[in-house]
């Protein structure tokens, strides 16, 4: 019953100026959110210094990032300059597949970089023994599980679906919500399928984030050191405000009814393309034993005979 072989991505714009205006600001964000994220890759592993849990998972989350954006940008780019701006079907259920399940992998691995921080400022004296590295590959080898797992559900049910027309998305990308309004069967297993991921999986990692952050917010006012406690409230408040973009932009892009709005657009650019571009800065950036290790790597690769 499936007629349709492409789709047509509206895009963010019409007009030539803008959409020009728009590749040369999306092409800028695209490079320095690869640069930002692979350079803490690269700087992560090759320095025996950050071989610890946190960098650990810094390194995941900085890999997931560039994955993350290169799943929507290069086909945004794309669509810009081109005046046809269409999605084969199988690139746009690929496309959602991998939408879906990056997002439900970083929700995973945020929640237990602040599970982390907890132990670190909680339980400083346990913290080696409790985040050894078999814990530390369990946890982060069940965050890609859970989002491949949700992936696949997700796709498979929306896979079930017959589009017989009309073909014209109301976004820059294939994304689950606008994709249903087009569907000719009924949507009913896959609008359930939304709501038990976005119960389930993000009200878990939420809960999971805030009760890590209250008691982290909690142990650092018993802290008598002002210096102590400024650091810690200076990192919460920085990964605590990239959180809540992501789980609030995420959660409003699935939960409310998909009509095409500017708010939509606004919400889904927020959390794969700025999310991306801003988490290597707040997590890895910011953080002094890193900009350390990079200097060291600069300086190590600035002696090398050419």
């Known amino acids: 019953m499936t007629t349709v072989t492409v789709f047509v991505l509206l895009g963010l714009s019409n007009h030539p100026q803008v959409q020009a205006l728009l590749f040369v600001l999306f092409l800028a964000i695209y490079l320095l959110t690869l640069l930002g994220n692979l350079l803490m890759v690269l700087v992560i592993s090759t320095d025996s210094h950050l071989h610890t849990p946190m960098y650990f998972f810094l390194r995941h989350l900085s890999f997931l990032d560039a994955f993350y954006s290169s799943i929507i940008v290069p086909k945004l780019l794309e669509n810009l300059l081109s005046k046809e701006k269409t999605i084969s079907f199988l690139e746009c259920f690929t496309q959602i597949s991998l939408v879906i399940f990056a997002g439900a992998t970083e929700a995973c691995l945020l929640s237990v970089m602040a599970y982390d921080w907890f132990q670190a400022v909680c339980h400083p004296l346990l913290y080696v023994v409790v985040m050894n590295r078999r814990v530390c590959a369990g946890l982060v080898g069940s965050s890609w599980a859970i989002g491949i797992g949700t992936g696949l559900i997700n796709t498979l049910l929306l896979a079930q679906q017959h589009f017989c027309g009309p073909n014209v998305i109301h976004s820059f990308a294939c994304e689950l919500p606008p994709v249903l309004l087009l569907t000719c069967s009924n949507p009913c297993a896959s609008i359930a399928s939304i709501l038990t991921t976005m119960s389930v999986l993000g ?11 209250s008691c982290i917010i909690t142990t650092a006012l018993r802290i008598n050191s002002a210096t102590g406690r400024n650091k810690i409230f200076s ?9 809540t973009i992501f789980y609030t932009s995420g959660v409003l892009r699935y ?9 939509e657009q606004v919400l889904s650019v927020q959390y794969s393309v700025i999310t991306p571009l801003l988490n290597p800065l707040i997590y890895s950036l910011k953080n002094q034993e890193a900009k350390v290790a990079l200097r060291r790597m600069l300086a190590r690769k600035s002696r090398l005979p050419l």
């Open 255 to 263: 939960m409310i009814p998909a009509s095409g709005s500017a708010l």
């Open 235 to 243: 990192t919460c408040s920085s990964q605590f405000l990239m959180v």
């Open 203 to 213: 009200l878990g990692t939420l809960v999971l984030l805030l009760g890590s952050y």
